[in-house]
């Protein structure tokens, strides 16, 4: 005869420490994050014990959800602008891929769908990969993500013409100076934040928006490239490594230095160099730019978002409405 086990779960605002340790996002990330307070996210966790032994832990957020989200800027979103609801969401609002960090089973969701069903009307599941067991929620496309795995040397596997093309457009921003940190200097944390500005406005969906803390609490978690035209910082890139694997999370820039400089696109291959330098064979390069990053050799990795509202008929309505809830057509270009 089998004993019987006993599930147990719990709400905690911090990070656990050994939380995604084999992760570049990993607690480091989730800390400082929180540590930011971006406006409109609250950030905690679900631990899930089996008879008193951790098995699995979920981070969530909880935010008012507009239904327009993923919509592209026009009548249409601006429209539906004012239809929200208060969304608790397994996964996090700044990465791309959703993570429970240890066993996903049906009766592990399950009880996590009964904790976040008491926190908010809409529930969901954002960027997870696999197929997850959830009866009742409607699936919709999430964004791809551009991932690189790196067999040998890089360069031997691109054929001639872009061989050709990225020489000429490293040449083109041969002029450019490049500064790399491994802690940011704290003077340069206000023209790094208004640089992802930029970067932030030129984006067809907004989700949420860092704050200059987040830099601040990222100035020694992170490597940063800075590139200056003279004295004049146009551009960075902020990456996290860990072993053998990489992710290009934020950028910004001056975009009337782009065009001249192919700035956008030197910046991520001079990255994709650093990291493999590092020994990173399968770098992230983040969901968005998919016509530059398959020209660099990039798979998309396909992602889903899963929702559930507590009233079946906006559940339902929500299953015919899907495609409100996907990435448009200038989203994947």
């Known amino acids: 005869m089998t004993a019987s086990t006993s599930l147990s779960i719990e709400d905690v605002s911090g990070t656990p420490n050994d939380f995604l340790t084999d992760e570049p996002e990993g607690s480091s990330f989730y800390r400082a994050f929180q540590a930011a307070h971006i406006s409109g996210f609250t950030c905690r966790y679900l631990v899930v014990s089996r008879d008193g032994i951790r098995v699995a832990v979920a981070p969530y957020f909880l935010h008012d959800f507009s239904i327009a989200t993923m919509l592209p800027d026009g009548w249409v979103k601006n429209c539906l602008s004012w239809v929200k609801f208060r969304l608790a969401c397994v996964g996090h609002p700044s990465t791309d891929f959703g993570h429970i960090d240890g066993e996903i089973s049906t009766e592990i969701l399950a009880l ?149 400089y192919f700035l956008y696109f030197v910046m991520c291959l001079r990255a994709l160099e650093a990291c493999i330098h590092a020994g990173c064979t399968r770098i992230e390069l983040g969901a968005s730019s998919y016509q530059v990053k398959r020209a660099m050799g990039c798979e998309l990795i396909e992602t889903s978002v899963y929702y559930r509202h507590n009233n079946p008929l906006v559940n339902w309505l929500l299953g015919k409405l899907k495609f409100l809830l996907e990435p448009s057509v200038d989203e994947l270009r």
Not at 165 to 192: C, G, I, M, N, W
Not at 220 to 241: A, C, P, S
């Open 112 to 260: 996590i769908n009964a904790k976040l069903r008491d926190m908010a009307p809409l529930q969901a599941y954002k960027g997870f990969v696999d197929d997850l067991l959830l009866p009742g929620f409607v699936r919709v496309r999430g964004l791809p993500v551009c991932m690189l795995d790196v067999q040998g040397d890089y360069y031997s596997g691109l054929d001639r013409r872009r061989r050709k093309d990225f020489r000429k457009k490293l040449q083109a921003a041969s002029t450019l100076r490049v500064e790399k940190y491994s802690t940011l200097p704290e003077h340069l944390l206000p023209q790094v934040y208004q640089l992802y500005l930029n970067t932030m406005t030129q984006a067809p969906v907004h989700f949420e928006t860092l704050t200059l803390d987040y830099f601040k609490e990222m100035a020694e978690l992170g490597k940063f490239h800075l590139y200056y035209e003279g004295e004049r910082l146009i551009g960075f890139l902020q990456m996290l490594i860990l072993g053998n694997k990489a992710n290009l999370k934020y950028m910004g820039m001056d975009y009337q230095r782009n065009r001249p």
